[in-house]
């Protein structure tokens, strides 16, 4: 006869199987209806573009050209918003990483509060596959953060990270000495952390969770 542990693990793997298999359904469900209507909206349109042709309101090179130009706005629109598929480029092994930083960040932790654990980066396929790491499920695969803008994996009690064996190669690399883009300190030397810099950083994550936050409240209302 099976132990009552026993019986709870396979309950537990059931309903967990159970729940993969749900979120794949509506994954593929979601998939299939966006295909549909891209290939509606697809011939509207190219039917339009041979009626204008046809009727010499435009011709087909006016038409690439312009296509060219819209296509590289819309490209840097969509970098800037930073949405969609992220991984690290170029990737690397980060357990063979050589370029690891050496500042002493235990003397400075007190001042700097791990400010550096609020910045947003995209995990490695390393990272995503070791699974030890997690990542924000709508904006796959940058690294997950908390409602107070810092990395789950933080200890909010010493800012400490609780994954260090495992952490990603920009927590490896980054260096809080000499970084223009991220200045955390107004002088390294003698510990002057850049306010300024962690509004910014304050700032620019609360837009970025205010965004996410919206736009699955109104897939939720699609839904219903």
Not at 191 to 201: E, L, P, R, S, T
Not at 207 to 214: A, F
Request: with cysteine; proline share 2%.
């Amino acid at each position: 006869m099976q132990s009552e542990s026993q019986t709870k693990t396979q309950n537990n793997s059931h309903e967990f199987l159970q729940e993969i298999t749900r979120g794949l359904l509506y994954t593929h469900t979601r998939i299939n209806a966006n295909t549909t209507r891209t290939l509606e909206a697809s011939s509207f349109l190219y039917a339009l573009i041979e009626l204008l042709s046809e009727k010499d309101i435009l011709s087909i090179e006016e038409l690439d050209e312009r296509k060219k130009q819209v296509a590289h706005r819309l490209v840097n629109k969509f970098v800037e918003s930073k949405i969609g598929l992220l991984y690290q480029d170029p990737e690397c092994d980060k357990y063979t990483f050589e370029h690891e930083t050496d500042v002493d960040c235990e003397s400075r932790r007190h001042i700097c509060k791990a400010i550096c654990c609020k910045f947003p980066f995209a995990l490695s396929r390393q990272d995503v596959e070791e699974g030890a790491i997690r990542w924000e499920f709508g904006r796959p695969y940058l690294i997950a953060h908390g409602d107070d803008g810092y990395c789950v994996h933080l200890d909010r009690e010493n800012y400490r990270c609780t994954v260090w064996e495992q952490r990603p190669v920009p927590c490896r690399g980054f260096d809080c000495e000499n970084n223009e883009k991220w200045k955390v300190w107004e002088d390294f030397v003698k510990m002057g952390v850049n306010d300024g810099m962690i509004k910014q950083i304050d700032d620019s994550n609360e837009k970025i969770y205010t965004y996410q936050n919206s736009n699955v409240n109104n897939d939720d209302r699609v839904e219903e």
